[in-house]
């Protein structure tokens, strides 16, 4: 926040850290820095013709229920504006079970395809560092737990120059014992170093 004290100067000011300024009209701009993250709900996505995961509701949520190995889902994704060029974009999935309580201990891995394009480059193929995985262990006995994979890193040197990510997400299968069913997709979210501008 502001200096009080800059609430009552007129001109040009500029508060000692150098993060924000008041112009002559008395609007403020901010341009430090903090950790945005931005939900993408299943909304968000698109479930193609070929291998769509299945739509489901548990009581008040819907999901995305997936085949493993098979079905996908697909984003293309504008780089959010406010991205201040610092340390890539990290992604992570919500994920659950179907409601059974013998998961416990069981794993699922997630696999995130992508290719990066500017205006009037190519959006075919993928980037030369895709695909990023990630897998994650069910935590319980108790059947719809919610669970959030650790970050998936899109390199801030595959988005340099780049206007959007071509985003590819499917469940694989893991290393560990797999879950007993199919694992069900709540939404993903991204994360980064956002421009902290604020003109009031």
Known sequence: MADAKLLGQKGAVTEPNGNMTMDEDGAFTSTGTITRTDQLDIDRLSRPAVNPPTVVVQDNTPMLEFTVDTDVVLLN????????????????????????????????????????????????????????????????????????????????????????IHIKIMFITPAGAALTCEPRMLGMCIEYTAYQVVVA
């Open 77 to 164: 994704l504008p780089i959010p504006d406010k991205y201040a060029g610092i340390g890539g974009i990290n992604f992570y999935v919500m994920w659950t079970n179907d409601g059974g309580v013998d998961d416990n201990g069981k794993a699922v891995k997630v696999q995130m395809s992508y290719q990066t394009s500017a205006v009037g480059e190519t959006i075919a193929g993928s980037h030369a560092n895709s695909p990023k995985s990630i897998e994650d262990t069910y935590t319980s006995a108790t059947g719809n737990l919610l669970h959030k994979t650790d970050l998936m890193n899109i390199a801030q040197a595959d988005l340099a120059g780049k206007d959007c």
